[in-house]
């Protein structure tokens, strides 16, 4: 009990007492007027958080239940889809449409970069029968965001659907879904939703719904029409996740309080920090320092220091859990959360035990110089 | 706060505080050591629930997303499968065989009726071809339970895969996986499991994992083999629904201290309770007497009794939750749930309550009596 725990991944995220308590909330009647009102709620604060007056549906599932129902409502099998894939992420969400028998053209770019627009733009313009594009707003195995709004703008002059993974982006990062024109934005709950895992939320825009329409992949549980028909009433066709809605309400009351501005100004800074702290200690990052991520910071292991290794230091000396790296880079970095429920002293704690381990392990590090930096970044006084 | 509640449908059903509590626990990481733990624990308690010594996965999902996972896992497109279905739930499973590309043959029975063994055993004999038969064990539409161990015999005897829609039978009512031969077996969280929605089951047989390796119907999210590949080293592919295993954990640990044949028994006298009451109310039952379920009884609304004001009534002046009809019996029953964490002084509330309600509504009803023949049987003194 006394080993107090800091869960610094980039989902799931740490819980706000105030969620976790609404969690144990008694169970209701998803067919009564009690579920009505909770579910009018919460898909109401959804479309404030999606920026959005179009329709946001809410799926039992993690998020790559919502990539798959994004793909299957939308096209049919042999339409061709331009995957533009910046990691691990991206490339899933390329395989589950070639899952389903779309054709898929990668457009990919090397770990660490985010997307080129001018290179998704010829790729439309040597592929002008793509039905639709696959962008991951913030890919979560590399800690990098693309530039939504810009990729936005060309996908919009060539007419395909722009369907946006933003699982890991939605509320720490801006993301206009009605401005930029995304046509299906998916996100999960287990990131700045500062929920547990188990919902999927999916924006769906008028062009969306009228793919929809004509849309041949099999769909059964993720089929978006019976669930607007079913959400209009204010139920679902099956039993929804009550309990986490009961919490997401708790969550997304005080997200709507706090407004969303400031909420991508808190993640902003946290990334900042984490990353000035990060280089102060001689560390270097992977992202594309133009493109990193307010949600996630991936830093590359210095020479010799094993990242399982250093990973475990962090949780079994100061009760603070990392996430290691994934696919190809699973051995060569480590990654630090930074969205939802963290606050800016979990941000200097563990810059403060990275330094620690660091040195134990023989780097040359001074200490107190990366919380100093960091330090600096969250009080706003210093901006980069 | 002062109105107590009690939530008599048939799922999602009441939570015990235990679990309530527990579902509030702090969020971990899903690939870390703790987390292993959990899922391990859990697991091996679900092969309990399923008296299996097989694979369990677990899907972050409602229960309809298993009846999908099941039909894609081990059909291709153009499959034969006859659906044996007596009710809404088993007409849903049938949709989504047919929605994936399976060539469906329906064995229906009337509502109400459980499905003859007989009749099964001679549509396989007319279809020799039919790869795999689908059953609901206990159909929550009409509260009627299958004889499955004898649907069992003859699906084994002429070869089909076997597969079960368990969601509101398994660990009300028995149901011996392995000893049976059932292949695939879908359960719910939100019944007898006594844990919030969102989470499914899956009991896998050898013979339905040989299935797997062959079966073309498109897949991801639901794919069998990665999930278990990840189990076994205590993950999932992607994020779990980590809070509900929390909760999961809790009740399982009390329903195996209990052991399995103390909760049919519990289960078996609060059906027989309720039916008894109904019937001492002059209330006519839906299902045929020799296969009413364990988990829900549907009763016919009286001669002249609106279902919509008989439940308004008893959630309003009693503070008790009953279940409307489903599909075409919307107007003509209601149903009381009496599965997962009920206990005998909940049955005894409902049917009093019922009572008045009957009473002020008009009707000739003999205050106490059922109450008092609902008693006899609870206190194990009567047997029916």
């Not at 980039?10 to 144990?24: D, R, Y």
């Not at 395989?95 to 998704?120: L, N, S």
């Not at 220091?305 to 290691?324: C, D, F, P, Q």
């Not at 699973?330 to 990654?335: V, Y």
């Amino acid at each position: 009990m006394l080993t107090k725990k800091l869960l610094m991944i980039p989902g799931p995220t740490p819980v706000p007492p105030e969620v976790l308590q609404a969690l144990a909330t008694p169970m209701i009647n998803h067919r009564g007027p009690e579920y009505a009102e909770l579910q009018r709620e919460v898909v109401e604060n959804c479309k404030y958080v999606f920026q959005t007056s179009g329709d946001v549906l809410v799926f039992p599932s993690a998020g790559t239940g919502g990539l798959e129902a994004a793909i299957v409502n939308v096209l049919s099998p042999g339409d061709k889809v331009l995957s533009v894939s910046i990691g691990a992420f991206g490339d899933r969400w390329a395989k589950i449409a070639r899952t389903f028998g779309a054709e898929v053209i990668d457009c990919a770019f090397e770990w660490g970069e985010a997307a080129d627009p001018q290179v998704v733009d010829a790729a439309l313009r040597a592929n002008p029968d793509v039905k639709a594009v696959l962008v991951t707003h913030n890919e979560t195995s590399t800690g990098v965001t693309n530039d939504l709004r810009a990729i936005a703008e060309v996908v919009r002059a060539h007419g395909p659907l722009l369907m946006v993974d933003a699982i890991s982006s939605l509320i720490a990062t801006d993301l206009q879904t009605d401005a930029w024109g995304c046509d299906v934005v998916v996100a999960g709950a287990q990131k700045a939703f500062m929920i547990p895992p188990g919902l999927a939320f999916i924006a769906v825009s008028q062009r969306a719904w009228d793919a929809n329409a004509n849309a041949k992949m099999p769909r059964f549980y993720w089929d978006f029409a019976p669930m607007r028909k079913y959400m209009e009433r204010d139920q679902t066709p099956y039993t929804p996740a009550v309990n986490l809605l009961f919490g997401l309400r708790v969550s997304l009351r005080a997200i709507r309080a706090a407004g969303l501005q400031a909420s991508f100004e808190r993640h902003a800074r946290m990334g900042r920090a984490v990353r000035a702290g990060a280089q102060a200690m001689g560390l270097k990052l992977l992202a594309d320092p133009d493109h990193a991520s307010n949600s996630v910071t991936a830093i590359i292991a210095p020479e010799g220091v094993s990242v399982k290794e250093l990973r475990k230091r962090m949780r079994e000396e100061h009760g603070i859990t990392t996430a290691g790296g994934q696919g190809k880079l699973e051995e060569r970095i480590f990654r630090i959360g930074h969205l939802g429920y963290i606050t800016e002293p979990d941000i200097i704690a563990t810059l403060a035990a990275l330094e620690r381990v660091l040195m134990e392990l023989g780097l040359p590090v001074a200490p107190g110089k990366a919380v100093a930096v960091a330090g600096e970044i969250l009080s706003g006084r210093k901006q980069a």
